[in-house]
Every structure is written in C-alpha cells, then in structure tokens.
C-alpha cells in the first residue's frame, strides 16, 4: 500500500454574530444551486492559513488577518481520492463581503447557524452540524 496523498480543501466559516455565509454554487458542473462556504484548494509553497486568507479575498473581497483565523474543524473524506478538508472560522475582517465570482456564484447571503438551508453542498452541511457542538474533527466516506 503506497502514501496516501490528499489533496487540501480550505473552508472559511465568517461568522457575523450567530450568521454565517454562505454562496449559491453555480455554472460550476459540481453542485450548482447548492449554497457553501468560501473555499478554495491550498496552492504548492502556501500555509492552510495563507491559502484561506488569499480565498477569502479572491472570491468574496475581504481582508482577514491571519492571527485572526481560527482552526475549527477537520473533515477527512474520500471522494475519487483522499482530501483534507479545513474549516476555520473568522469573525473579524475589514471590508464586505462582495461576489467576486458571479460565474460561479449566484451571490451570498448570511444564514443563522441554526437555520442553514436545505439545498446544501452535503459534507459542508455535515461539517457544519458538527461544528456548532464544538466537535472539531471528522471523516467522511471511508466504509469499506
């Protein structure tokens, strides 16, 4: 059995007060008419955190800091290959969020954490579940 190698999916919780955004997937071929979070796929030579910082910006227009990041939850899962998937939560930034993507995005919109709609990318919603009970890691996909 050889090293598994996974690829590292970045996901950006912004939290405003018990909000959190999410964007409307669209013209993509994988999940359109879904709502996710802002995220992205670290690059070579890039930290998780400053791949989520140049995400952030890239797609929704906002500046974070990174002292200001905050770990939050870890999905290890299996889809045609093993991924890492990194939450981490912001709930300080400088600018609005913005949709710097409408080619992907239909737009975003904040929803209550405890109200999320049904029409969710599934390990995303998942995720986010665990999330809001403080549970910081889980897998996903592995069943043999």
């Not at 930290?47 to 800091?65: H, M, P, Q, T």
């Not at 999905?75 to 710097?100: D, K, M, Q, Y």
Request: contains cysteine; aromatic residues 10%; proline residues 4%.
């Amino acid at each position: 059995m050889g090293k598994q190698r996974a690829q590292l999916d970045l996901h950006l919780i912004l939290r405003r007060d018990e909000e959190i955004l999410l964007g409307q997937r669209q013209n993509t071929g994988w999940g359109d008419g879904r709502w996710h979070l802002p995220s992205g796929h670290g690059e070579d030579g890039e930290s998780a955190i400053a791949g989520l910082v140049r995400e952030a910006k890239e797609e929704i227009g906002v500046d974070i800091n990174p002292a200001d990041v905050r770990f939050a939850h870890l999905l290890h899962h299996r889809t045609e290959s093993a991924r890492a998937a990194i939450f981490f939560e912001v709930t300080r930034w400088t600018g609005e969020p913005v949709n710097n993507e409408p080619d992907k995005c239909a737009g975003w919109r904040w929803f209550p954490l405890s109200d999320l709609p049904e029409q969710m990318i599934d390990y995303a919603a998942e995720t986010l579940a665990q999330y809001a009970k403080s549970e910081s890691y889980s897998e996903r996909g592995w069943q043999e």
